[in-house]
C-alpha cells in the first residue's frame, strides 16, 4: 500500500496516552482526537520505543520532542497533527501514508526531509463549537490576569484516567467562558474551537510551537475569536481520506496497556 492509500474498515487503533506529562494539554489532544475514531488502545509517549501492539494502526498526534522517545522502526503510523523536529524525521518517514503537521514548523521540518506532508493543524480545533450561555471570565497559567485563575499544570504520578477526567472538565469550562487569558496554547487553541473569546499571552516566544497561531492570525495579547472552520474541515477530511469514514461523536478514555514489571515512566 503507498503513500495516500485508504485504510478499509476501522480496526482497533493506537492512540498517545500519557504518564507523566505535566501539562495537561496534552490529553486535550486526545480527548479530541478519540471523539472522531473508534475505541483504541493508549500508548504512552514514555513508551514509544517499545512498539506495543505494532499490528494496530498508532494515530499518533501532539508534541513528540525528545529523541529518546523515538521508534527505530514503527512503520504502522498515521500522523495526524503532530509537531516535531529533526530528529522524528526517520520515523515519520517510514509511514505509508503523507503526515499531518499541527503546525507549519513542522510542516516546513517535513517537506525539508522530502516527507509528504499537510497543514492539518492541532487536534483540539475540530472541538465543536459552544453556541450557548456564556458566564464568567477565566485566566490559566496567567499570572495577575483578569478573572478566576485556573492551571494546566498536572501532578506528577496522576493517573491518565484522572487527567482525562481533568481534561474534559476544563473543555467544558472553556466552553462556558465569556472570555478566556492564557499563556497556555492548549488553552488557546481549544477556546478558539469552542468560539470562547481568547488571549493568548506567551510566557515567552517559542516560534515552533507557536507557528499555528501565526499561521491562523491571532494577535498575541488581544481578546479574539477566529473562524478555524477550514482547518477543522482539513482535518476530518484527513481521518477519512486514510481510515475510511468517521463520525463525531463522545470523548473515548483509550485502554491503557499495563504498566509492566520493572519499566517506569520517562520524566519529561
Known amino acids: 500500500m503507498g503513500r495516500g492509500s485508504r485504510r478499509a474498515g476501522c480496526a482497533p487503533l493506537r492512540l498517545g496516552s500519557y504518564w507523566n506529562t505535566g501539562n495537561l494539554g496534552d490529553v486535550l489532544q486526545t480527548i479530541a482526537l478519540s471523539r472522531l475514531l473508534p475505541p483504541a488502545v493508549g500508548i ?16 499518533v498526534n501532539g508534541w513528540h520532542r525528545w529523541p529518546r522517545e523515538v521508534p527505530t522502526s514503527d512503520a504502522n503510523c498515521l500522523f495526524a497533527g503532530i509537531h516535531c523536529a529533526d530528529a522524528h524525521v526517520p520515523w515519520v518517514r517510514q509511514s505509508r501514508f503523507p503526515a499531518g503537521a499541527r503546525d507549519p514548523f513542522t510542516h ?28 464568567g471570565v477565566l485566566s490559566v497559567d496567567l499570572p495577575g490576569g483578569p478573572g478566576t485563575q485556573l492551571s494546566h499544570g498536572v501532578k506528577h504520578g496522576a493517573p491518565f484516567a484522572a487527567q482525562w477526567q481533568l481534561g474534559l472538565q476544563a473543555i467544558a ?33 517559542q516560534r515552533e510551537r507557536y507557528s499555528l497561531l501565526e499561521f491562523l492570525g491571532l494577535e498575541f495579547g488581544k481578546l479574539q475569536q477566529l473562524d478555524v472552520t477550514p482547518l477543522r474541515d482539513g ?27 520493572g519499566v517506569q515512566p520517562a520524566r519529561n
Not at 504512552?44 to 494515530?59: G, S
Not at 521540518?109 to 453556541?131: E, F, K, N, W, Y
Not at 472570555?179 to 477556546?191: G, N, W
Not at 482535518?235 to 514489571?261: D, M, T, W, Y
Open 235 to 261: 482535518f476530518f477530511a484527513f481521518l477519512r481520506q486514510h481510515l475510511g469514514e468517521i463520525a463525531e461523536g463522545e470523548p473515548k478514555l483509550p485502554n491503557e496497556v499495563p504498566r509492566s514489571a
Open 44 to 59: 504512552p509517549r514514555c513508551r514509544l520505543t517499545e512498539q506495543l501492539h505494532p499490528d494496530k494502526l498508532f494515530v
Open 108 to 135: 516546513e521540518v517535513l517537506q525539508r526531509a522530502g516527507i509528504p506532508s499537510a497543514m492539518l493543524g492541532c487536534a483540539t480545533l475540530t472541538l465543536p463549537r459552544h453556541d450557548g450561555p456564556r458566564d
Open 173 to 205: 469550562r472553556y466552553a462556558r467562558a465569556a472570555e478566556v487569558h492564557t499563556s497556555r496554547l492548549h488553552v488557546a487553541l481549544p477556546c478558539l474551537a469552542l468560539g470562547t473569546p481568547v488571549a493568548f499571552h506567551p510566557a515567552k516566544f
